[in-house]
């Protein structure tokens, strides 16, 4: 073996760890020319759909922003000064309603939302990437999917047990914080199948699928939330309503995970990898990093950079409603029909964007999606006293490019993750992402902290997260674009 620990010679067409990592994109060229049925893609694309209420309802459209960071869990006193005249609760988009007491108290309860996900943030850090590398070497991606799939699923069931009460305020945080380190642990082997339903030349549009079909999945999702609510099923001024949003979301998930365990294969074993126990993983890891530094440092510093702006992605998700809902007064049906809309725009922008990744590359779109985030986080800021018109507006907008950043953030990996690596390789993206998860949850939190505990401007420190990103990105070499099959 030669001093850089590649082999002089082998009878094996199978790539060592160091020039695996050197090339990158060796893991998709060994089946540059596959063929995939399309029962399989749509198969793999569906888990997108099926745990997408999770992402839509639960967490961005529906349960935090209109149930758990809303007056149900305020004390009674508290919530009743911020009835207006007309019986509705008061809109916090002015400098004299947000300095109230009863939009101070919503304002502490989204801090304290930050505070908790950021805390499942760490937990992500820890874990993803030693649960990786360890479903590589045992190849297992399928069954640590399974197992972080039904986890989700038992989270999304404890929240039928949140009662819209004080006491529970912090029992539904929990369960809010653990559903997403299920989800982002069951992501990553998620990620590491979609080199066994893609090939270098369709990547980007796969991928883009796959995001689509959660976008297209949250509509669905979504419009049944409102025809319950105008059939009169579902009355979204009582607590029961979000109790059941919660049950119908782990019944969703249950349905439509199936397919992706019996159509999609197992991703080959083109390495062996020594099995270790949990702890010598944590060794492995800091391996792993080292090696990615010295033969593919391209790839270092895209894990690096995604890290900075998934982590604004993430709480463009969490935070953005909850802004509407506090301070442009969104309601239960105008957050659930807002929804809808984002889904739709997000939906086909995604898909359409998975050309153009496979056509000009991934980093462009991301790039371009980032810097449209940060536009229309602005916007909101600096143009809030023009009310719910300009907020729709920027919110249709601000869709039209998150999916893509997603979508393209994942092709850019996978284009440069070597074979047998996949589950190490996106068990680093989560933690590299989660480790950063800390850092726009804090300045949420210290934004509006600082300004008296005005929601609005906890928009900013987004704005600033993803800003630093897009700054990193802009160095990092991209991996060359392929032609379209």
């Not at 126990?277 to 270092?300: C, D, M, P």
């Amino acid at each position: 073996m030669s001093d850089s620990g590649v082999p002089k010679k082998t009878t094996k067409k199978i790539p060592t760890a160091a020039n695996t990592l050197a090339v990158g994109v060796v893991g998709l060229d060994l089946q540059a020319d596959k063929v995939v049925p399309r029962k399989k893609v749509f198969a793999w694309a569906l888990w997108d759909w099926a745990t997408q209420p999770f992402n839509t309802v639960i967490l961005t459209f529906v349960w935090v922003p209109s149930f758990l960071t809303s007056a149900f869990f305020l004390p009674a006193s508290l919530a009743a000064s911020g009835l207006g005249p007309d019986g509705d609760y008061i809109d916090c988009d002015t400098p004299a309603n947000a300095a109230t007491a009863f939009c101070g108290g919503l304002g502490e309860l989204a801090s304290q939302l930050a505070w908790g996900i950021a805390a499942a943030g760490i937990l992500i850090a820890l874990l993803a990437p030693v649960l990786g590398q360890r479903a590589d070497a045992h190849g297992r991606q399928k069954l640590q999917l399974a197992v972080f799939t039904a986890l989700l699923v038992v989270a999304q069931l404890g929240l039928f047990f949140v009662e819209g009460t004080p006491d529970f305020f912090w029992f539904g945080v929990t369960l809010i914080a653990v559903g997403s380190v299920f989800g982002e642990i069951a992501n990553v082997s998620y990620n590491a199948l979609l080199v066994s339903v893609a090939n270098p030349r369709n990547v980007g549009r796969v991928s883009g699928l796959g995001w689509g079909f959660g976008y297209i999945g949250g509509i669905l999702a979504l419009a049944i939330v409102v025809g319950l609510i105008l059939g009169g099923v579902l009355d979204g001024t009582q607590g029961i309503t979000f109790q059941l949003v919660g049950l119908g979301a782990a019944i969703w998930t249950v349905i439509f995970v199936i397919p992706i365990f019996l159509a999609v294969p197992e991703p080959p074993k083109l390495r062996e990898i020594e099995q270790v126990n949990f702890f010598r993983g944590y060794v492995e890891l800091f391996r792993s990093i080292r090696r990615l530094w010295k033969t593919a440092r391209h790839t270092f510093w895209f894990l690096l950079a995604s890290a900075v702006y998934r982590d604004g992605l993430s709480a463009v998700f969490v935070f953005g409603t909850v802004v509407a809902g506090q301070v442009f007064g969104f309601g239960f049906t105008d957050l659930v029909v807002f929804g809808i809309v984002l889904n739709l725009v997000a939906g086909v922008s995604t898909i359409i964007a998975g050309r153009f990744d496979d056509r000009f590359g991934p980093k462009p779109v991301i790039l371009l999606a980032i810097g449209g985030i940060v536009v229309a986080c602005l916007v909101v800021f600096f143009g809030a006293s023009l009310g719910k018109p300009l907020f729709w507006a920027a919110g249709i907008g601000l869709a039209a490019f998150v999916g893509p950043a997603q979508a393209a953030s994942r092709s850019f990996l996978a284009r440069v993750t070597p074979a047998g690596y996949e589950g190490e390789i996106f068990g680093l993206y989560a933690t590299t992402g989660r480790a950063a998860g800390w850092m726009a949850q804090t300045l949420v939190a210290v934004f509006i902290a600082v300004a008296a505990n005005q929601t609005l401007y906890g928009i900013l420190g987004i704005a600033v997260i993803l800003a630093i990103g897009f700054a990193l990105l802009w160095f990092v070499r991209p991996p060359a674009p392929r032609p379209a099959a």
